[in-house]
Antibody, heavy 114, light 112 residues
Framework: EVQLVESGGGLVQPGGSLRLSCVAS????????VTWVRQAPGKGLEWVAT????????YYVDTVMGRFSISRDNGKNLLYLLMNSLRAEDTAVYYC???????WGQGTLVTVSS | DVVMTQSPLSLPVTLGQPASISCRSS???????????LYWFQQRPGQSPRRLIH???GRDSGVPDRFSGSGSGTDFTLKISRVEAEDVGVYYC?????????FGQGTKVEIK
C-alpha cells in the first residue's frame, strides 16, 4: 500500500524550532518530488515547500523562506521539514504529499504558542 | 503569485442534483511544456485532502465518474453530475504550473 506517515509535530514556543519527518512506503520514494502542504485550523490549504527527486532543487513559499528547510534521505525513504524561528501563524496541520499531490499523509499538528 | 479564485464558496445542494464549482486563475496555467497543471481536491470532514482530478480533466483512480473537470487557460470547472451524501466536504482547486503552487479558497458543499 502506498503510504506517507508524518511525525514530529507538537507544541513549541514562538521563536522555537521543530523538525517534521515523513516516512514513505509502498513506492519508489527516490523517483518522486515530495512536498509539504499546511492547513491552519479551520482554514484552507497552503503549499509550503517542494523538493525534487535527488534533493538538488528546492522551492519555498515566501512566508517561510529563510526559516524552513526541506530535505530528504532517499536511503531511508524519509522527507524532513526543519522549521526555525516559528511564529504563531505557522500553527497548522502539516501534510506530506507525493508528486503532484496524488498521495497525502494524515498530517501532523504544529502549535506555536507561549 | 498566481491567485486562484473559486466560486461559490458555499454550495448547498439537493441529493441527486448536479453541482458545479468554478475556479479562475489570475494568469494562464499553460506550462511551457504544453500541459495545464490544474487539479481538484476533495476534503471530507476530519480527513486529509484527496485528489479527484489531475491536469484539468483526468479523473484519478477510484474517483466516481459523476465527478468531471473541464476548462482551459484561466477558467476551470468541477462538476458533480448527481450529488451523493458522501460528497459533503470542501473542494479545492490548485495550480502546479507556476511557483509557488497555489490553492483556491475552497468551496464547502453541503446537503440542503
Amino acid at each position: 500500500e502506498v503510504q506517507l506517515v508524518e511525525s514530529g509535530g507538537g507544541l513549541v514556543q514562538p521563536g522555537g524550532s521543530l523538525r517534521l519527518s515523513c516516512v514513505a512506503s509502498g513506492f519508489t520514494f527516490s523517483s518522486h518530488w515530495v512536498t509539504w502542504v499546511r492547513q491552519a485550523p479551520g482554514k484552507g490549504l497552503e503549499w509550503v515547500a517542494t523538493i525534487n527527486e535527488d534533493g538538488s532543487e528546492k522551492y519555498y513559499v515566501d512566508t517561510v523562506m529563510g526559516r524552513f528547510s526541506i530535505s530528504r534521505d532517499n536511503g531511508k525513504n524519509l522527507l524532513y521539514l526543519l522549521m526555525n524561528s516559528l511564529r504563531a501563524e505557522d500553527t497548522a496541520v502539516y501534510y506530506c504529499v507525493r508528486g503532484r499531490a496524488n498521495i497525502w499523509g494524515q498530517g501532523t499538528l504544529v502549535t506555536v504558542s507561549s | 503569485d498566481v491567485v486562484m479564485t473559486q466560486s461559490p464558496l458555499s454550495l448547498p445542494v439537493t441529493l441527486g442534483q448536479p453541482a458545479s464549482i468554478s475556479c479562475r486563475s489570475s494568469q494562464s496555467l499553460v506550462h511551457s511544456d504544453g500541459n495545464t497543471y490544474l487539479y481538484w481536491f476533495q476534503q471530507r470532514p476530519g480527513q486529509s485532502p484527496r485528489r479527484l482530478i489531475h491536469r484539468v480533466s483526468g479523473r484519478d483512480s477510484g474517483v466516481p465518474d459523476r465527478f468531471s473537470g473541464s476548462g482551459s487557460g484561466t477558467d476551470f470547472t468541477l462538476k458533480i453530475s448527481r450529488v451523493e451524501a458522501e460528497d459533503v466536504g470542501v473542494y479545492y482547486c490548485m495550480q502546479g504550473s507556476l511557483w509557488p503552487w497555489t490553492f483556491g479558497q475552497g468551496t464547502k458543499v453541503e446537503i440542503k
